[in-house]
């Protein structure tokens, strides 16, 4: 059997230096005139282990990494095709820890297959979902998804099986699948590592989605930011096509069903779902005020399902293995799995996909592994931009839903900022209100002129300037966007900026102005 090769084509593993490991590896077979294949793969996902090149050898798949292109020659002396020893080895990469403890439903196959192998694909369960959906009447998918549980998980946690029942109770002569891959939090790449390790998923998600409440067309919208993914998803669309899973009749059936990739421009408002249809019919990002629901009037005025890319990607393995089963997995009501992503100053950082109900305790400091720099965590941010900044007092809080809202934070899209002691908290607050300001779509007064002023009396703060009324005044700011706004950029802007108040009051008492006498 020819040796097979893994070497992730993810845009991380690539910034990490995959290409020219995939070069030199690629060059050295050639020069020793060894017969191997190379398979761009995905990643897994331990970004601290990439590039991370996997060997299939009789015993199971070999992993090596971090590799660097110095290392290639000595993994082949090592004789690392049959999965020789080498500084570099990890073993079988299922029993890596960070993999081991993971529970993968929705990524089961990034960094496994080659993305773009519809074989590949169906042997590793690929389209039992979607054949599972053809069997069923569309009312009866809608049930299997609402049974599951599934909520939102591109930030506000709505449930998927209740936005899809509106849809399909919609009359309309056309009907819409959009699908939200502007991925803008901070901390944030689950979406961008499906659409590149395993785009079918999410084909497969949008297709059920279709089927279940009559949308024969899709869009997928992918930030200007991700060439990659938009690159690998287009390639899996007209593979997809050819094979008759989209098209007119979707795999053989009564079905129509297609879709599109587009690309943003960059803007974080236009994430947001009114915001995003605009954009995609050509028009300037600007949040539209509701009702009308898009699901009664979206894209185009025409009834429309708009899911983030792993609400949709996790629809396969509920229609495969049934509600009861995805049910089974988390806590309260947050069913399932999420992919959380570690990011910032950590040790570990990647994507880590578990049951609902760790600890952010257990995900900082054992799963992450604590600072890079060595330093104590001092806080950290969850659910991107908009969300609040937790100090060690609260990382008993469980990954759910409800628990974040109780402790004024959010979940939003489980991205994971780490900051170690030396982060400044009023830096950081002033940071979101600045980042709203810049961002703001304009439609709304709190946030477009709150944010503006936020950034001054924030400053004002730092600078020293009568503290106490400019606390007082940032904390009546706050409120008047919270409730006065009319998307959650405005209105979850205060998260971070009154977390950081709350819980690092010290950040806030610079030392008071010197006025010079006159
Ligand atoms: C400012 C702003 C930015 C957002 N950005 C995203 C985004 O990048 N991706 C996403 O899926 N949802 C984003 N959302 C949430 C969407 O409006 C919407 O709730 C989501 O796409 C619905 O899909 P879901 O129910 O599957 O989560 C954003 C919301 C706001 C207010
Ligand atoms: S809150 Fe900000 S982004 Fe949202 S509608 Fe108002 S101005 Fe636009």
């Not at 005020?289 to 996790?314: D, W």
Request: charged residues 20%; hydrophobic residues 40%; proline residues 6%.
């Amino acid at each position: 059997m020819i040796p097979r090769i893994y070497i992730p084509a993810d845009s991380g593993a690539l910034a990490l230096g995959a290409e020219k490991v995939a070069k030199a590896i690629a060059g050295e077979l050639a020069e020793r005139g060894i017969e191997a294949k190379i398979v761009r793969n995905g990643s897994r996902g331990a970004y601290f282990l990439e590039p991370m090149v996997e060997v299939a050898t009789a015993n199971g798949r070999v992993a090596y990494g971090p590799v660097k292109p110095s290392d290639v020659k000595s993994l082949f002396d090592s004789g690392f095709l049959t999965g020789g020893p080498h500084k570099r080895w990890l073993g079988a990469p299922d029993k890596i820890p960070f993999l081991a403890k993971q529970t993968r439903l929705t990524f089961a196959r990034c960094g496994v297959i080659d993305p773009l192998s519809l074989e590949s694909y169906k042997k590793h369960g690929g389209l039992n979902g979607l054949k599972n959906a053809l069997e069923l009447t569309p009312a009866a998918i809608v049930t299997q998804v609402t049974e599951s549980g599934l909520r939102g998980r591109g930030g506000a946690g709505f449930p998927t099986g209740i936005k899809w029942k509106t849809v399909l109770d919609t009359a309309g002569d056309r009907k819409y699948i959009v699908c939200n891959a502007d991925e803008g939090d901070s901390g944030t790449f689950a979406d961008r590592m499906i659409m590149e390790g395993d785009p079918f998923v999410l084909i497969e998600g949008m297709t059920i989605a279709g089927i279940a409440t009559g949308a024969t067309k899709g869009f997928v919208y992918v930030r200007s930011e991700y060439p990659h993914a938009v690159a690998v998803m287009n390639k899996a669309v007209e593979v997809a096509r050819k094979a008759g899973v989209l098209g007119a009749s979707v795999l053989g059936s009564s079905h129509a069903f297609d879709m599109e990739i587009r690309v943003g421009a960059g803007a974080y408002v236009c994430g947001e779902e009114t915001a995003l249809l605009d954009s995609l019919e050509g028009k300037r990002g600007m949040v539209r005020a509701k009702p009308p629901l898009p699901a009664h009037k979206g894209l185009f005025g025409k009834p429309t399902v708009i899911n983030n890319v792993i609400s949709l990607a996790s629809v396969p393995v509920i229609m495969d293995k049934g509600a009861a089963f995805y049910k089974d997995f988390g806590m309260g009501r947050s069913r399932g799995t999420i992919p959380i992503q570690i990011a910032g100053n950590v040790r570990y950082g990647g994507l880590f996909e578990a049951a609902f109900g760790m600890t952010l305790g257990e995900i900082v400091d054992e799963i992450g592994g604590g600072t890079a720099t060595g330093r104590p965590v001092k806080a950290v941010q969850v659910g991107g931009p908009l969300g609040a900044y937790f100090p060690r007092s609260l990382f008993d809080t469980p990954f759910d839903y409800e628990a974040f809202a109780a402790k004024d934070g959010l979940i939003g899209h489980a991205g994971i900022v780490v900051f170690d002691d030396t982060a400044d908290m009023l830096k950081q607050a002033r940071f979101a209100m600045e980042f709203c300001a810049i961002e703001s779509c304009g439609k709304c007064t709190p946030c477009r002129i709150g944010s503006t002023r936020g950034v001054e009396t924030i400053d004002k703060l730092a600078a020293g300037i009568e503290p106490e009324k400019n606390l007082a005044l940032v904390t009546d700011l706050c409120n008047t966007m919270k409730f006065g706004s009319l998307c959650a950029l405005g209105g979850f802007t205060p998260y971070p900026v009154m977390s950081s108040i709350t819980h690092f009051p010290d950040d806030f008492k610079p030392a008071p102005v010197r006025v010079a006498a006159e």
